[in-house]
């Protein structure tokens, strides 16, 4: 099946630094990855759609200057979390989907980051 | 504004029983609807989808049932074993790349 992994699975740091989260398939090609974060008890919320070669689209209240995404290839892209503050502290989420299409998407496993 | 919605956030059934889970939806240009199992600090996984040209879909113990008129679908599962229990959540999705998410119901399964 299809395989998508995050690195790190969990990362603390101080208020002011930037946080880099990468999202990898690893059994397929993925034209379009997504990024979700996901608040205590509460949803998955998309925050962007990354398109490989194209700039990503922010949902509507993402800052695209605080998280930045690249999709450089089709098997990776990236999330960075630019000058972070304790209420980015998250679990991070995203997800491929693979150049057949289709509306299924392969999850990663996720990326909790706290921000002291 | 929450399109899709779980309303039950948490659900105990006794293994061997029959877990229903529920999901309502209010926007009619979704067509294609899904299921996730999530465990704490891991990713979703896929379980099961429904288009919204069918009413029913089966995949072993997982039944999927849409109402479009009701704007509702229920993910049954039958027989309910302990490694079921997660968190559970439907999305779904339209003419976009976007997946809408419910806010997830906690199913128990006990002994």
């Known amino acids: 099946g299809a395989v998508v992994s995050q690195h790190p699975s969990r990362v603390i740091c101080k208020s002011g630094t930037s946080v880099k989260i990468e999202c990898r398939s690893l059994?397929?090609?993925?034209?379009?990855m997504f990024w979700y974060r996901q608040f205590p008890k509460q949803s998955l919320m998309l925050m962007a759609t990354s398109n490989e070669g194209s700039k990503a689209t922010y949902e509507q209240g993402v800052e695209k200057d605080k998280f930045l995404i690249n999709h450089a290839s089709l098997t990776l892209s990236t999330l960075t979390v630019t000058s972070a503050h304790p209420e980015d502290s998250s679990f991070y989420i995203c997800?491929?989907?693979?150049?057949?299409?289709?509306?299924?998407?392969?999850f990663g496993p996720g990326t909790r980051l706290t921000v002291l | 504004d929450q399109q899709v919605k779980q309303n039950s956030p948490s659900l105990s059934v006794q293994e061997g029983r029959i877990s229903i889970l529920n999901c309502d939806y209010t926007n009619s240009m979704f067509d294609y609807f899904l299921w996730y199992k999530k465990y704490p600090a891991e990713g979703p996984t896929f379980l099961i989808s429904i288009s919204s040209i069918k009413d029913k879909n089966e995949d072993g113990r997982f039944t999927v049932f849409l109402n479009k008129s009701a704007k509702h679908l229920s993910l049954h599962i039958v027989p309910s074993q302990p490694g079921d229990s997660a968190v559970y959540f439907c999305?779904?999705?339209?003419?976009?790349?976007?997946?809408?998410f419910g806010t997830g119901t906690r199913l128990q399964v006990f002994p």
């Open positions: 999305a779904a999705t339209g003419n976009t790349d976007k997946l809408i």
């Open positions: 997800s491929a989907r693979g150049a057949s299409g289709g509306d299924e998407q392969f």
């Open positions: 059994d397929f090609q993925a034209t379009t």
